[in-house]
């Protein structure tokens, strides 16, 4: 998978802030100086008192201003069983490729089982794997290789048959009826700094699936890049309190 930050909202760390003081000022923060916005906070400077005020609302669960700055990612080639799981989070945007208007009628099915349009998981190739619900960690290389070729074949098989199913003219839509649930899709989602550390509890916790735990954990290191001081004190003081943001 390929997780990239697209467009996200410019000094987020600054809005929070900014927001929060309004709450309690006299005067308009809008038309204030950062500086003058911040001035009863803690702090020998204007660093400082930013570090203090965040730090603060997300120990004391104050999450409301939390709610301004917008970050949209691209996501390519995760299953859609992994966005099936993403997308259950209601206050996030999307939007998916679609099976319906895009064809996969190029691929070369015998590339599949490697990798081409189907998300491989780790434990068909990994003998050390230890997945959630299974019992014990390794397995033979015997077994192993049993796993790769019954994968391998069973999703060349998919492949082909959703190709021939085209070839007969049938549309997309319906052919795609065939396709494995470890079948590729792109996405583009927009959320806001709340929501994203809300994913980060939920799908970067030791009980999610490893896909869509390892897409949140590169979400999570784009995120401490975009807005550094709300994501550093989420991921070293909240992170891993299950429903901490939303309760
Ligand atoms: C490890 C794991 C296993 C899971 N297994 C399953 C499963 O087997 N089957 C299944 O169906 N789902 C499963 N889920 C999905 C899970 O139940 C949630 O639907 C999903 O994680 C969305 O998160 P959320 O409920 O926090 O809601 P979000 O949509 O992320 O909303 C954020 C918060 O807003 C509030 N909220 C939003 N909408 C409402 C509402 N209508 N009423 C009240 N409060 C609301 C809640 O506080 C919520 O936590 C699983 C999730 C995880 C992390």
Request: proline share 4%; net charge negative; glycine share 6%.
């Amino acid at each position: 998978m390929d997780v990239r930050l697209l467009e996200a909202t410019d000094d987020p760390d600054d809005l929070i802030c900014r927001a929060a003081r309004n709450d309690y000022a006299a005067d308009f923060v809008v038309d204030e100086e950062f500086a003058t916005v911040m001035d009863d906070i803690d702090g020998a400077t204007v660093a400082e008192k930013r570090r203090n005020l965040i730090t603060h609302l997300l120990d004391h669960g104050h999450f409301g201003p939390f709610e301004h700055p917008h970050a949209t990612f691209g996501i390519e080639g995760i299953s859609r069983s992994c966005m099936a799981q993403l997308t259950r989070h209601r206050h996030v945007s999307f939007d998916v490729q679609s099976m319906r208007y895009v064809a996969f009628d190029d691929v070369d099915p015998s590339s599949v089982g490697s990798g081409e349009l189907v998300v491989v998981p780790p434990s068909t190739t990994d003998p050390d794997w230890v997945g959630r619900n299974q019992d014990a960690g390794s397995v033979d290389e015997e077994t192993i290789e049993h796993r790769s070729a019954v994968f391998a074949e069973a999703v060349e098989q998919s492949v082909t048959a959703y190709q021939d199913l085209l070839e007969s003219g049938m549309a997309p839509e319906d052919a795609r009826f065939v396709l494995p649930i470890g079948t590729k899709v792109n996405v583009v989602m927009t959320m806001n700094a709340r929501m994203l550390m809300h994913v980060g509890d939920m799908r970067a916790a030791g009980d999610a699936q490893w896909e869509i735990r390892e897409m949140t954990e590169q979400i999570l290191e784009l995120a401490r890049e975009w807005a550094p001081i709300s994501f550093e004190h989420y991921m070293e003081e909240l992170h891993g309190r299950k429903n901490r943001l939303a309760p």
